[in-house]
C-alpha cells in the first residue's frame, strides 16, 4: 500500500512538474530574460492541459477568447482562472457553485481587458494614444472635409447684375450721329482691301526704315480712307459697344485684318468659361478687337504724317497727328486697363512723331499748328498727369465675383464648386500668360476644392481686401514719381505670395489684381514724354519769335508754358541745356543724376528703342543700394543703371540731335 | 443585501488592500475572505474580482507572483506595496470621515467610544 501510495505521489509529482513547465513562463524565473512568445504554449493548450471540469474549461476558455489580449496575456488571464477554480474544487465547492458565482462572461472579459491593458508598456500606450489621436484627426478632418464638400457643391453664384452695360455705359451714352466706330470701320475695311497684303507687314515704319517704300505706296494710295480715318478721329465718342460676341458688321472687318508680323496684339484671348456664363458671361470674355484695329490705324496715321512731311505736306501731318490723338481719346472711352494702355501706346507714338517731326520739319507746322497740337496734347484725357484708370478693373472683378461666389443679400456669399473650377481655368490661363507655375497644379487640386473653399475669403471680405490694394495703387498712382519710394502695394502682393494660407484664402486676387505699380509708373513716364514735347513746341514759338533759342526754360512761362514741368524723377525742373547751339530737353533718368544731357550709349548692340533703359523707374533705396556696389558693374546692373540721363527732345533718332 | 455597483467600486479595492495588508493572498483566497468577513455584503464574482486585481497591479497598489503552493499547485498571491499601504492609509482615513459624518446625519449608529473595526 505505501508502495502504491509512493508511486502515485510520485507520478503526481512529475505531473505537476511538467505542468509547470508547459505553463510558467522562464520570465518569472528570470527577471531580465525573455523567450519569445511563440515557443511558449498558447492557453488553449494550457486549458487543456489542466485537470478541470470540462464546463469549467469551456468557461475560462470563454472568458480569455473573449478578451482578446496578447497572447502572454491570455496566457496569465488563463492560468490564474485555471488556478482560482482548482482551489473552488479543492476548497469543496461544486463546478455549478462556482460557474455560477463566477459572473457574466462578457463583461469579465471587458474588464480584464481593460485592466490587463493598463499594464501593458509605456510605448505601447504611447503608440495607442497616438493612433487615437490620428484617427480622431482624421476622423474630424473628414467630417469638416465633408461639411465643406456639401456647403460647396450646394452652393451656387447668384449672376445678378449686368457689369457688361456698367461697362459700355460711356459708348451706350454716344449719340448715334457722334460715333466714330463705325467710320473707322469703313475705313479699315477700305484699307483692308486688295494691297493690304503688301502694306500688312510695313505697318508702323518710318522714313529709313525697311518697307517704307512700299508703305509710302499704300498710303498715297489709300487717301481716301486715311481722310476718313481723320474724320472719324473727330467724333464726340467712338460708340463701340463691347460685347461676348462680335457683331454682325464687325466680322468682316475682324476676319479681313490680317494681323502683320511682328505687331503687338491686344485682342483680348479669354477662353477661360464660367460654368454659370449661359445668360450672363464673365466680363473678361468681352471682345476688345477695336483695340488691335485702331492701334494700327493710329500707326498708319503716324506712317502718313511721315510721308506727308517727305511731300512737305504740313495740313497732313497735323491733321495725322490730331487724329492720333484723338484715336487715343477714343479707345479710352472703355474703362479698362488694357484700353487705357493702348491709349497711352497710341499717345505716345503721337507724341514721337510729333517730337521728331518738330526737331526735323519745324517749318511744316506754322505757330497756329503748334499751339493747337499743345493743346491737343495738353487736354489730352482731361489735362493733368496721365493716369491710367483702375475702373473697369473693379468692375471686371465685381463680375468675377459674382460668377464665383453666393450671394447672401448683406454683400457677402460664400466660394462655390463652379467658382474654384473657373478660378482653376483662370489660373491655368494667367499663369501660362506670365510665365509661372499655376497655383493649381494637377488634377489632385479638385480632391481639394473642399479644402480651398473652406479657407478661401468670403465675399465681402475679397473685395474688401481688393479695395483696399486698389487704394493702395489709387495713392500710389496719385503720387509724383519723385515722391515715391517702395511701392507699397508690391509689398502687400509679394507679401501674399509668400504666405501659403494667403494663397489660397486671396487667391483670385492674386491673378486678377493687374500690375498696379507698372502701370502707375507708365502713367508718369508718359505724362513726362507729353511735358518735354510741350516745352518743346514752346521752345520752338520762342525761337521764331525771338530768333534764338532760350537760354532758360524760364523764359517760356508764362507766354508759352503756364509753367516749366518738372523732370518727374527728381521733381526740380525738366533740365535743358544747349549743347552746339542746338537744345536738348533731358531727365535725369534712372540714376537720378544729372549727366548733362548724356544719352543712352549702346556701344556695339546699336541703337535699339532709344531712352528705353535710361527712362526706367527704380525706388531711390535701390538706386542707392546699386551705385554701392563694390567694384565694376556687371552687365546686369549697367542695364538697370545706366550712366546716362533720358534724353526727351529732340528724340535720340533724330537727325536733329547735336 | 445587494450592493450598490457605485458604492461598491468604492468599497472593493479598499476591502482588498485591506485584507492584503495582512498578508499575501490569492485570488480564491480574496473572494472568500471578502464574503466571509463582510457577511455576504461584499460578495463580488470572479469576474469582478480578477479586473479589480489586475487595475490595482496596474496602479502598482499591489503586486502578483506565481508560487507554488502546498498541495503543488501553482497560484499568484498578491501583496501589497509601499505605495498600496499609503494609499490604503488615505482611504481608510476617507471611509472613516465619511462613516463619522453618515453617523452625525443619523444615517449610521454613532459609535460608543470610538469608531471600531470588523474583526475576522
Not at chain 1, 179 to 200: H, Q, T
Not at chain 1, 623 to 629: A, F, N
Not at chain 2, 20 to 35: D, F, N
Amino acid at each position: 500500500m505505501s508502495g502504491q501510495r509512493s508511486v502515485s505521489h510520485s507520478a503526481f509529482s512529475i505531473g505537476a512538474r511538467l505542468w509547470k513547465i508547459a505553463t510558467i513562463p522562464i520570465d518569472d524565473y528570470l527577471p531580465f530574460g525573455r523567450i519569445p512568445g511563440l515557443l511558449r504554449p498558447s492557453y488553449r493548450v494550457i486549458v487543456a492541459a489542466s485537470r478541470l471540469p470540462p464546463e469549467t474549461k469551456g468557461l475560462v476558455r470563454r472568458v480569455v477568447q473573449k478578451t482578446r489580449l496578447w497572447r502572454h496575456e491570455k496566457r496569465d488571464v488563463a492560468r490564474e482562472l485555471i488556478a482560482h477554480f482548482q482551489d473552488g474544487l479543492g476548497s469543496g465547492r461544486s463546478t455549478e457553485e462556482l460557474i455560477a458565482s463566477f459572473g457574466e462572461v462578457k463583461q469579465a472579459a471587458r474588464m480584464i481587458r481593460r485592466a490587463k491593458k493598463r499594464v501593458r508598456p509605456v510605448v505601447w500606450q504611447v503608440w495607442k494614444r497616438g493612433w487615437q489621436t490620428i484617427g480622431c484627426t482624421l476622423l474630424l478632418a473628414l467630417v469638416v472635409y465633408g461639411v465643406a464638400a456639401a456647403r460647396l457643391l450646394l452652393a451656387s453664384p447668384a449672376v445678378s447684375h449686368d457689369y457688361l452695360a456698367d461697362l459700355n455705359a460711356t459708348a451706350a451714352a454716344v449719340p448715334e450721329a457722334d460715333r466714330a466706330w463705325p467710320i473707322y470701320r469703313a475705313a479699315l475695311m477700305s484699307l483692308y482691301g486688295s494691297d493690304w497684303e503688301a502694306a500688312a507687314p510695313n505697318v508702323g515704319v518710318q522714313p529709313g526704315d525697311e518697307g517704307w517704300k512700299t508703305m509710302s505706296v499704300f498710303l498715297a494710295s489709300n487717301q481716301p480712307a486715311l481722310a476718313l480715318l481723320r474724320e472719324a478721329s473727330a467724333k464726340p465718342g467712338l460708340g463701340f459697344i463691347t460685347g461676348f460676341a462680335i457683331a454682325p458688321e464687325d466680322q468682316v472687318l475682324v476676319r479681313r485684318g490680317v494681323r502683320p508680323t511682328g505687331e503687338d496684339t491686344v485682342e483680348k484671348q479669354s477662353p477661360v468659361t464660367s460654368p454659370s456664363e449661359n445668360d450672363n458671361p464673365v466680363l473678361m470674355r468681352v471682345q476688345l478687337f477695336q483695340l488691335m484695329h485702331l492701334r494700327r490705324a493710329s500707326l498708319l496715321c503716324a506712317s502718313d504724317a511721315f510721308r506727308a512731311a517727305e511731300e512737305k505736306d504740313g495740313k497732313t501731318v497735323v491733321a495725322d497727328l490730331e487724329a492720333m490723338i484723338g484715336m487715343a481719346e477714343h479707345v479710352r472711352e472703355i474703362p479698362m486697363m488694357i484700353d487705357d494702355l493702348v491709349s497711352i501706346s497710341i499717345l505716345t507714338r503721337a507724341m514721337g512723331a510729333a517730337g521728331l517731326l518738330l526737331a526735323e520739319h519745324p517749318e511744316l507746322f506754322t505757330d497756329d499748328d503748334l499751339t493747337r497740337l499743345a493743346h491737343r496734347f495738353a487736354s489730352f484725357s482731361g489735362g493733368g498727369s496721365i493716369r491710367v484708370h483702375l475702373t473697369g478693373e473693379r468692375i471686371m472683378f465685381l463680375d468675377v465675383l459674382q460668377h464665383v461666389y453666393t450671394d447672401d443679400g448683406d454683400g457677402s456669399g460664400r466660394i462655390t464648386g463652379e467658382g474654384l473650377e473657373f478660378l482653376r481655368l483662370l489660373d491655368q490661363q494667367s499663369a501660362s500668360f506670365q510665365a509661372q507655375a499655376p497655383l493649381l497644379v494637377s488634377s489632385a487640386e479638385k480632391a481639394l476644392a473642399p479644402v480651398r473653399g473652406f479657407l478661401m475669403a468670403d465675399r465681402a471680405e475679397m473685395l474688401r481686401e481688393y479695395d483696399a490694394l486698389t487704394a493702395l495703387a489709387a495713392a500710389e498712382t496719385a503720387t509724383p514719381l519723385w515722391q515715391r519710394g517702395e511701392s507699397r502695394i508690391e509689398v502687400h502682393l509679394s507679401r501674399s505670395d509668400d504666405s501659403p494660407l494667403d494663397r489660397a484664402r486671396y487667391q483670385p486676387l492674386l491673378r486678377l489684381i493687374p500690375v498696379f505699380r507698372h502701370v502707375s509708373v507708365t502713367g508718369e513716364l508718359t505724362t513726362q514724354m507729353r511735358d518735354a514735347l510741350l516745352t518743346a513746341i514752346a521752345l520752338e514759338l520762342y525761337r521764331r519769335r525771338h530768333g534764338a533759342w532760350p537760354q532758360s526754360l524760364q523764359s517760356l512761362a508764362p507766354e508759352l508754358l503756364p509753367t516749366v514741368p518738372r523732370d518727374r524723377f527728381d521733381g526740380r525742373p525738366l533740365k535743358y541745356r544747349l549743347i552746339d547751339g542746338s537744345p536738348v530737353l533731358y531727365s535725369v533718368g534712372t540714376d537720378l543724376d544729372d549727366d548733362g544731357g548724356k544719352p543712352l550709349d549702346l556701344g556695339p548692340r546699336g541703337r535699339g528703342r532709344p531712352g528705353t533703359y535710361a527712362a526706367r523707374w527704380l525706388p531711390p533705396q535701390r538706386v542707392e543700394q546699386l551705385k554701392r556696389t563694390a567694384g565694376p558693374m556687371t552687365s546686369e546692373d549697367w542695364q538697370l543703371l545706366p550712366d546716362a540721363d533720358w534724353i526727351l527732345w529732340p528724340p535720340p533718332d533724330s537727325r536733329f540731335h547735336p | 443585501m445587494r450592493i450598490e455597483r457605485e458604492l461598491m467600486r468604492g468599497a472593493g479595492p479598499v476591502a482588498v488592500l485591506k485584507l492584503l495588508e495582512q498578508r499575501q493572498m490569492y485570488g480564491y483566497e480574496l473572494v472568500e475572505a471578502i464574503e466571509r468577513r463582510s457577511a455576504g455584503v461584499l460578495a463580488m464574482g470572479q469576474s469582478t474580482l480578477y479586473p479589480m486585481l489586475y487595475n490595482l497591479e496596474a496602479k502598482g497598489l499591489i503586486r502578483g507572483r506565481w508560487r507554488d503552493a502546498d498541495n503543488g499547485r501553482s497560484r499568484k498571491y498578491y501583496a501589497l506595496t509601499a505605495r498600496g499601504k499609503r494609499r490604503l492609509a488615505h482611504d481608510v482615513r476617507q471611509w472613516r470621515e465619511l462613516s463619522r459624518a453618515m453617523a452625525n446625519l443619523g444615517i449610521l449608529p454613532k459609535p460608543a467610544g470610538g469608531p471600531r473595526e470588523a474583526t475576522a
